[in-house]
């Protein structure tokens, strides 16, 4: 199935503004607002024992996260600059090939609480959580706080 | 200073067995069994705020942990694999430039815990910390559970 322009308008986002995405290989396979998943070959993250760098797997787990919150943002109308605060990792399977990070955000009341915070307040911080897998198989799992700043009211 | 010879060794093993940090630009500053320091540059590392991609940081801190346990393990004649099993990161400030990653590792009771379990039932596990650094001053933590599974007896 050939990506839409919105995955390959991301891609290009990322590969231009977070260079390490491009030097990983990064490929945008689907994004809306509720589920973003992103693909990675082994080579350019292949680590001493032939399977993915912990720092890439962590890397690309991060992006997936980020993508989804940058594309609720901008469907909100809401020009907000995003960090991250906390994440974690757990590391469940070695990865020894191409894989993916999903990130699933369903949660409306958590949205509408954020949504309200960050116009109240100015900043707003929301937990995501996203994994990563390989030929379908669950191999690691990511959870990320993320904290928006507001840099100008919705439209 | 001129970097001894250790270190651009080990600067050059970790560039061509995990890709990822030549791409990132890492260069191993110091490394001894009780501290690694790393850096990397800005530019490969950036994000679209124009600080440090949160990806980076977390890789930048996993590969002083990575080579500071290595270090040990090799000065300790233990042939073993070592992966990483789980990890955090508090991202405490931005990082408007280029950075370090510093691991510090003194506990000899804990390497003796830790050889001791290596050589009785031939996996081990140790947590590192490390802090990432931007001329001076502390603008992350790391905290990596690491796994050594015994390849051969030591030496």
């Given amino acids: 199935m050939p990506a839409a322009g919105l995955e ?49 797997a962590a890397a690309l787990a991060t992006l997936a996260a980020w993508t989804l919150l940058h594309l609720r943002l901008e469907q909100a109308g809401c020009d907000a600059r995003l960090v991250i605060q906390r994440s974690s990792m757990e590391y469940e399977r070695p ?29 707003a911080r929301l937990r995501l959580t996203a994994y990563l897998a390989r030929e379908g198989h669950r191999v690691a799992s990511f959870e990320g706080d993320f904290v928006a700043f507001r840099r100008t009211a919705a439209k």
């Fill in 8 to 56: 390959r308008q991301i891609e290009r986002y990322l590969h231009e503004y977070i260079p390490l995405s491009a030097a990983m290989g990064v490929r945008v396979e689907s994004a809306t607002v509720e589920r973003v998943q992103l693909s990675a070959p082994l080579a350019p993250n292949v680590n001493h024992n032939e399977t993915v760098f912990g720092g890439s």
């Fill in 95 to 123: 990865i020894p090939g191409d894989f993916e990070a999903i990130c699933r955000f369903c949660d409306e009341a958590a949205w509408g609480r954020f949504r309200a915070t960050l116009e109240r307040r100015a900043r």
